[in-house]
């Protein structure tokens, strides 16, 4: 069993600043990487962002220069800090984890991000 417990998120205006924080629990014996998708209202869920264990990232190009993702491979957490917001950020938000020989999917439940311009 693999938890993921998400926070933060919420209502913004348009310009500003929110962090999302997701924490990993269980059986988590070989984290590959962690991350951030979102999914917006009638699209399809989408990479934000991911942090390898060796430290590489991988950003959309939406994101780049906005967002920031960072982890605390000690703690299996990661946070995904989100500056400059636009309304066309506006998802729900879900947090990933990457594990095993087979880099299997694991997500968290989701929290919604409001950005209102």
């Known amino acids: 069993q693999v938890q993921l417990v998400q926070s933060g998120g919420g209502f913004v205006q348009a310009g500003g600043s929110l962090t999302l924080s997701c924490a990993a629990s269980?059986?988590?014996?070989?984290?590959?990487?962690m991350g951030w998708y979102r999914q917006a209202p009638g699209k399809q869920r989408e990479l934000v962002a991911t942090?390898?264990?060796?430290?590489?990232?991988n950003y959309a190009d939406s994101v780049k220069g906005r967002f920031t993702i960072s982890r605390d491979n000690a703690k299996n957490t990661v946070s995904l800090q989100m500056n400059s917001l636009k309304a066309e950020d506006t998802a729900v938000y879900y947090c990933n984890v990457r594990l095993g020989s087979n880099w299997n999917h694991y997500w968290g439940q989701g929290t919604q991000v409001t950005v209102s311009s």
């Open positions: 269980g059986s988590i014996f070989s984290i590959n990487a």
């Open positions: 942090k390898t264990n060796s430290g590489s990232t």
